[in-house]
């Protein structure tokens, strides 16, 4: 009878936790759902806000967007609204996931999160923002030199909007989420997977890893691997200014704490 009890006791709590997951797991969907919604209704606006580095590069005017299929502007705006849903919606999803996870954390624990929390939208944003201003123009420029004529015949620049599409995301999240690097970084050399000293050491091979995914994610235009892999590098050292300040950080408080203790 008491085994029973304990189990009784132990799936209470757990049963709780799913009921609460649950509830947070929906909350995040009807906000999606929402979200979706709104910006199904002004897809259009959203794939003109999207077009704006395409126009930029042929010249206003100048730019269009051709479709083969008949429902491929339909799914392409289905494909924008969903895109643009979940870039709205995820600092509400990622508050009911903290929201979950946050009340089995230790106040220390809570405090070393934190500044992850917050530096990973603001480097997503950087990223986003760097590709969007920046990456694409330069790219569909060089894209667009490549226009001409072959024996006679013209070669013009007629993109698709689907394939216009998968370009932009393409662009948008690779740049995102390689600014978020240091965060991958803090995170692991936290958790103590990695030491500042051993990326000392590795500062060679993470230039030809940098370069390589720089050459990987964006398209094969030496601007844009530039582009991504200069800011990548300049946060990777970034990392290691931070490691540093924080090794300090701890080094004084664990000298101060022991002083403490050897003064009592």
Not at 2 to 18: C, F, I, K, S
Not at 95 to 115: C, D, H, I, S, T
Request: with cysteine.
């Amino acid at each position: 009878m008491g085994v029973l009890r304990d189990l009784d006791e132990t799936q209470a709590p757990l049963m709780d936790h799913l009921i609460e997951l649950r509830g947070r797991l929906l909350r995040s969907v009807f906000v999606l759902a929402v979200s979706f919604g709104v910006c199904f209704y002004f897809a259009n606006d959203i794939l003109a806000f999207l077009a704006q580095p395409l126009q930029d590069a042929f010249g206003e005017g100048e730019a269009r967007l051709i479709y083969t299929k008949l429902p491929e502007v339909f799914f392409v705006e289905l494909k924008v609204a969903l895109f643009a849903a979940f870039c709205v919606s995820f600092p509400i999803i990622a508050n009911q996931m903290w929201a979950f996870v946050a009340p089995g954390l230790y106040a220390r624990e809570k405090r070393a999160f934190l500044p992850f929390l917050v530096a990973t939208p603001i480097l997503f944003i950087a990223g986003a923002s760097l590709a969007y201003f920046v990456v694409m123009p330069t790219a569909f420029r060089w894209f667009l030199g490549f226009r001409g004529d072959a024996g006679g015949i013209p070669i013009e620049a007629l993109p698709s909007a689907g394939d216009y599409l998968s370009l932009v995301m393409q662009f948008i999240l690779a740049f995102g989420i390689c600014f978020l690097l240091p965060v991958l970084l803090l995170l692991l050399e936290r958790a103590g997977l990695i030491t500042r000293a051993s990326l000392v050491k590795m500062r060679r091979y993470v230039i030809v890893g940098v370069v390589a995914v720089a050459a990987i994610v964006t398209p094969p235009d030496p601007g844009s691997q530039l582009i991504l892999a200069g800011p990548l590098y300049i946060l990777f050292e970034g990392s290691l200014l931070v490691m540093l300040i924080l090794n300090r950080r701890r080094q004084d408080q664990t000298e101060e704490s022991g002083e403490a203790s050897d003064t009592v």
